[in-house]
């Protein structure tokens, strides 16, 4: 018996609720695993739904090759300490014409290498529905979502023609061409998540608590450096500092913050006392306003 | 580090305060007209309740500066309107889900559009929400839409409504246009189920009686918005309500393990218990209540669990696991009362899926018998409905359905209407009454009785639990073939 809130066991039966309606209804869905501590929540959640079976679907991971080392190792236990079965796709157009975060803008490398391949291994897999741990407290395009969020052919969002979402009942009947992505976390908060990870005492990668690492500052953010492909600008040099991040991604574009929590108590505590919103660290999404909505429209989840 | 030693000591607080407040999460539902300053009122209510982040206020605070609406002052709205074609357009498309927690509770708040083109949005949040705050301009009252939005509220379920009348600034803070509006308010939702309604006086662009209490409104004793809605009782909770777990999915693993997954939707239930399943008539007894923290000895309503019974019925998704006293009625027939969502009006020609719990049960026939009319909120003879209508329908079924009414158990008497074209989610309702076997015992009804199975068609059927599921699948079978030629049946075994 695990010792949650009632809140929060009131949003884990929710969630359990959208991952079994889903994989009732969908003939090939497919779990969009990033690694970070909403995809562990996410996957946990699914073991919960169909425990004592399998998961009825396969993880899918883009992986820009940008990821940090700590994910990458993150990733491959958590696959094999539960016996999953994973996909990881990467755009090798993309990469073959060099699209990095160095060279291009945000956005340009978040298009090719994450939106474009996400959409490339979608049609792959031939899956008509895709998990994501996407949640609506991140973003003010995200607090608009449906749990069973339907694209159009291509992938595209439509955000002005939503289908109606009416009390616990999801319609998964597609049209022609439709997919949809599912958002089983949709209600929870960064301070739910956090809370969750520690009474359910899970495991998240490394990176999320305190530790002296290497750091460059740059227009304000302080940038770790994970390996070398580093670009430094003239006179600059890492310093070790004590930094841990609020959300994972590629390396060269998330921001991480000063901190000392050193432990999953002490981040619980940091997060329900931060005054900054979760994605004030990610920079793709300040490239321009709306830019989710963008990547959205576009086919990003 | 003393940021955290702070921290514990301001959660230790805010705990005290939850526990005394009892800190139930309230889901909160804005509505009313286009302009009567929905966003701005809930962004005022973030604003002041501390619900925003430092970087959220400096974005908001540059917008607005760029926009300019209201001078030099903060447009609140620019934090719930997220999609650009609403920023760009200053109007609310698609609801907006807010989260955030006072000293006294846990909120979420469900904004929702005005414009009428967008009612099916709105229809999405009220669903969802436990509580509804409609708002009105005090210039001009209740609107057409606003009747439309107090229909809807009643109609998904929604018993406790708090009327804000805004804009009190614009009327000089007139207490006289204050009375008028709350008696209108008060003849008008006589016509609805609603077991509170509140009114309050506010202006969300000053702040006045939203988070602090106004200076300019001294008439007015009763709480403040804020107040009331750390205060209020999410839902009454009903006790003894009959157990119902709609089955999702039925999961498989090793060691023979065969268990019915899903979300028990009212009631409790402990092993070693009877169940029955609402359709075939088949029971079992509860073995297990299996979940990977370990096996449960009791399951309630909000639970996702997985039963495991002592015998197997050959149930699938849709089948509805209900106790033995008080069970659904397979029904073929009901009345209901729906919100019609779709840009394509109802077409008696084309083919609909009724929605249920979780399942999906093809229509014979709608007809439409009555529309609310939302002038004078009666409702009115009719035979057609089409977008944003409130529409009195008698469905019939292609086969029975394991089902409950709306007012007794809602999450087992609600149902969507799928268009079996596209699949779209055409209209939203309520079942209010329900028939098992359209006709009734008597002239020109076929009784399909167990004598009348056995001695043909199951004569090669025996005892065993598979046996007698295959004996009630096939008088189902036979029920659906001699009605799809007119024939009524009724099935008694």
């Given amino acids: 018996m695990t010792a ?20 009732a209804q969908f003939r090939a869905p497919v779990l969009m695993y990033s690694i970070g501590k909403d995809s562990t929540v996410l996957l946990h959640l699914a073991r919960k739904a169909f425990w004592p079976a399998k998961l009825p679907f396969p993880l899918l991971h883009v992986d820009t090759t940008w990821k940090f080392r700590d994910m990458i190792a993150f990733r491959d236990r958590t696959v094999r300490e539960f016996g999953l079965d994973l996909i990881v796709h990467t755009n090798h157009d993309g990469l073959a014409r060099n699209i990095n975060p160095f060279d291009h803008p945000p956005s340009v490398y978040t298009d090719v290498m994450k939106t474009v391949a996400l959409r490339q291994a979608l049609d792959a897999g031939g899956f008509d529905a895709a998990f994501g741990g996407a949640r609506r407290d991140e973003e003010a395009s995200r607090a608009k979502e449906r749990v069973f969020s339907f694209r159009a052919a291509g992938h595209r ?10 009390w616990q009942l999801l319609n998964g009947r597609l049209g022609k061409g439709e997919t949809v992505r599912v958002f089983p976390l949709s209600n929870w908060t960064e301070g739910d998540v956090w809370r969750y990870i520690a009474l359910e005492k899970l495991d998240v990668v490394p990176l999320y608590f305190a530790a002296e690492r290497p750091v460059v500052v740059r227009n304000g953010q302080l940038i770790v450096v994970d390996d070398e492909r580093m670009r430094f600008e003239p006179g600059e040099k890492p310093v070790l500092r004590q930094v841990r991040f609020r959300t994972l991604g590629c390396w060269p574009l998330t921001a991480a913050i000063e901190s000392d929590a050193v432990d999953i108590e002490s981040v619980v505590e940091e997060t329900l006392a931060a005054r900054v919103s979760e994605r004030a660290g990610r920079l793709i999404d300040h490239d321009m306003a709306g830019a989710m909505e963008m990547k959205k429209r576009e086919g990003y989840f | 580090m003393h940021v955290a030693a702070l921290r514990e000591e301001v959660e230790a607080k805010a705990a005290a305060a939850r526990a005394t407040y009892g800190g139930a999460l309230l889901r909160l539902l804005t509505c009313g007209s286009v302009d009567d300053g929905k966003s701005t009122l809930i962004g005022r209510l973030l604003w002041d309740a501390a619900g925003v982040s430092e970087d959220q206020r400096a974005a908001v605070a540059l917008a607005s500066h760029n926009r300019a609406v209201n001078g030099e002052k903060i447009d609140f709205s620019l934090l719930l309107d997220g999609l650009q074609a609403e920023r760009e357009q200053g109007i609310t498309i698609d609801i907006a889900w807010r989260y955030f927690e006072t000293r006294a509770r846990r909120f979420i708040i469900i904004d929702s559009p005005g414009h009428e083109q967008y009612t099916r949005n709105m229809a999405t949040g009220a669903s969802h929400a436990d509580l509804a705050i409609l708002l009105v301009d005090a210039r001009h009252g209740a609107k057409r839409q606003t009747r439309r939005h107090a229909a809807i509220c009643d109609l998904v379920g929604i018993k406790k409504v708090v009327l804000a009348v805004n804009k009190m600034d614009e009327v000089g803070w007139s ?13 008008m939702a006589g016509s609805f189920n609603f077991a509170q309604v509140t009114i309050v006086p506010v202006a969300a662009l000053t702040g006045d009686n939203v988070v602090s209490r106004s200076t300019e409104m001294s008439w007015y004793a009763g709480p403040t918005l804020l107040d009331y809605l750390e205060a209020v009782d999410p839902e009454a909770v009903q006790t003894d309500t009959p157990f119902r777990m709609p089955v999702q999915l039925v999961l498989r693993a090793a060691g023979d393990f065969r268990g019915y997954a899903g979300t028990v939707t009212s009631g409790r239930i402990k092993t070693g218990e009877r169940i029955v399943d609402a359709r075939s008539g088949l029971g079992a007894t509860l073995r297990r209540i299996s979940t ?41 027939v009901i009345e209901t009362r729906l919100v019609w969502l779709s840009e394509t009006p109802f077409d008696p020609e084309v083919g609909y899926l009724l929605r249920t719990a979780t399942d999906l049960t093809p229509v014979t026939s709608i007809s439409v018998s009555a529309l609310v009319d939302f002038e004078t909120l009666a409702a009115t003879p009719a035979h057609a409905c089409s977008m944003n209508d409130i529409a009195d329908c008698r469905i019939l079924l292609g086969r029975p359905a394991a089902i409950d009414l709306f007012r007794d158990l809602p999450l087992t008497g609600n149902f969507v209407l799928v268009s079996a074209i596209d699949g779209a989610t055409v209209a939203g309702g309520v079942i209010t009454w329900a028939q098992a076997g359209a006709p009734q015992v008597g002239d020109n009804v076929l009784v399909l009785n167990r004598e009348l199975l056995a001695r043909g068609v199951c004569a090669d059927l025996g005892e065993s639990p598979a046996d007698l599921a295959e004996f009630h699948r096939r008088a189902q079978e036979v029920a659906a073939l001699l009605r799809s030629v007119g024939v009524p049946v009724l099935i008694e075994i």
Avoid: C
């Avoid at chain 1, 969002?157 to 009416?166: F, G, I, K």
């Avoid at chain 2, 849709?318 to 397979?330: I, K, W, Y």
């Fill in chain 1, 4 to 23: 949650l809130t009632s809140h929060l066991k009131l949003l884990e039966a929710e969630s359990i609720h959208i991952f079994r309606e889903a994989a």
């Fill in chain 1, 157 to 166: 969002w439509e955000p002005r023609r939503q289908r109606p979402e009416m």
């Fill in chain 2, 292 to 332: 990977m923290d370990g096996d449960r000895s009791f399951a309630a309503k909000g639970d996702a669990v997985t039963l495991v019974l002592d015998t197997d019925l050959d149930i699938s998704r849709g089948a509805v696991l209900s106790e033995v006293p008080r069970r659904p009625t397979n029904a073929d």
């Fill in chain 2, 175 to 187: 207490e006289a246009r204050y009375r008028e509006i709350e008696a209108d308010f008060r003849g």
